[in-house]
């Protein structure tokens, strides 16, 4: 009885010391294999192709990146008042879509009461162009109306609407 009793004792033990050598070398290797480098990943369009990849030098990537950043940039820049002698003359409406932008505009007044009708829209806008006249496209009777001018940014190759920001404007009929 006792070498049965024994042999499961012995059993346990290299059992234990089997689980406690897989437990170490788990361990090891999870250190191991943790304690790289992290890897550098820059995604984007400006990577060359993989047939002609070559490492990039940090001065390269760094180039790259501000490029794209650059390109994302968009200043709008509306006066916040646009004032017409009357509702269906030309009046003075300042709109600009500054040089350093990377996109067309296009931009649409609407006023905030009344269902949000449209009263305004530019036609494309280049970088480095401005409006600082316009006319119209509804007759407003005298008053102050309350109204929301959005940037509709336009991706200069695709002609495709990239996005849009808006901004309040009040527009002002005098007679």
Not at 30 to 53: N, T
Not at 91 to 109: D, H, R, S, T
Not at 128 to 139: C, H, P, Q, S, W
């Amino acid at each position: 009885m006792e070498t049965k009793t024994e042999n499961k004792k012995n059993r346990k033990k290299w059992l234990l010391l089997l689980l406690l050598a897989l437990i170490a070398i788990g361990g090891g290797t999870y250190y191991y294999f943790s304690q790289k480098e992290p890897v550098r990943v820059v995604s984007g369009d400006y990577l060359p192709d993989k047939k002609g990849a070559k490492k990039m030098t940090d001065k390269e990537v760094n180039a790259a990146e501000q490029k794209e950043v650059d390109a994302s940039k968009f200043n709008m820049v509306i006066k916040p008042e646009a004032l017409f002698q009357n509702g269906n003359d030309t009046g003075k409406l300042f709109i600009q879509n500054p040089k350093a932008n990377a996109y067309p505009i296009e931009v649409i007044i609407t006023l905030d009461e009344e269902g949000q009708e449209k009263v305004y829209s530019s036609g494309a806008i280049q970088p480095g162009y401005e409006v600082t006249e316009a006319k119209l496209d509804k007759n407003l009777t005298k008053g102050e109306y309350p109204a929301t001018a959005t940037f509709n940014i336009y991706d200069p190759e695709t002609k495709e609407k990239r996005g849009q920001v808006q901004a309040s404007i009040t527009i002002i009929v005098l007679t």
